[in-house]
């Protein structure tokens, strides 16, 4: 079946440092999305990437879709401890179920 | 105005008690689904359901069980508890479509004694 993983498991940066997390699956994906999950919260829908090679920016948070679309990308810029939590990628295994990748665990340090 | 809500938030019992938890959106959707989330923070997808077809991971013990009254609830009723099922499970629910937002209930950690 489809497999989705992110790498770093973990990361812990200074404030201020960059951070980036990066997505593979197994499959070509019609689409990407990424969630954030806070310590204690739920998974947060961020966006949707849906075009190979797309690219798209919020505040300090850059998405990038691969030309092949099968990987993906989050970068954060002079990230803040706001930053802090768990970001997933998730692409569509099936019309209506999504597989998550396994998260990356970011720490951000004052 | 809680758009995907689950009950209890805790949920802490016995080996071989059978337990459920409850879930409601309020968002109009028409597809649910139960994760269940390890101490690692992987995310598993167990069931996803609409009113016309269930989806079963089948990876899932039949212990679990989804059971949706109507189109706004989906709940999880978990037979036989095992020390294993300890973890949070979430709630989530979407638009049926290839790859829509879903939107997740504020989970319910379960901890298996």
């Known amino acids: 079946g489809q497999q989705v993983m992110q790498i770093p498991q973990y990361q812990h940066v200074q404030e201020g440092e960059d951070f980036t997390t990066y997505c593979n699956s197994s499959t070509t994906l019609s689409n990407i999305q990424w969630y954030k999950q806070r310590p204690g919260g739920h998974p947060v829908f961020l966006i949707q990437?849906?075009?190979?090679?797309e690219v798209k920016k919020q505040k300090r948070l850059t998405f990038q879709f691969g030309e092949a679309k099968k990987n993906s990308s989050l970068h954060i810029t002079a990230t803040q401890t706001t930053d802090v939590g768990t970001y997933f990628c998730a692409g569509p295994s099936s019309a209506r179920q999504l597989t998550f990748g396994s998260g990356t665990q970011l720490t951000v340090l004052p | 105005d809680t758009a995907v809500s689950q009950t209890p938030k805790y949920l802490v019992t016995q080996m071989g008690n059978d337990k459920s938890i409850k879930c409601e959106q309020n968002l109009g959707h028409d597809t649910m689904y139960w994760y269940k989330q390890d101490s690692k923070k992987f995310l598993k997808i167990m069931f996803s359901?609409?009113?016309?077809?269930?989806?079963i991971n089948e990876t899932v013990p039949n212990r679990f069980s989804p059971k949706s009254p109507d189109k706004a609830h989906l709940n999880l009723h978990i037979n036989s508890l095992e020390l294993g099922d300890s973890a949070v499970y979430f709630c989530?629910?979407?638009?049926?479509?290839?790859?829509?937002?879903?939107?997740f209930g504020p989970g319910t950690r379960l901890t298996v004694l």
């Open positions: 989530a629910s979407t638009v049926a479509g290839a790859g829509n937002e879903q939107f």
């Open positions: 990437l849906v075009k190979s090679g």
């Open positions: 359901y609409n009113n016309k077809e269930l989806i």
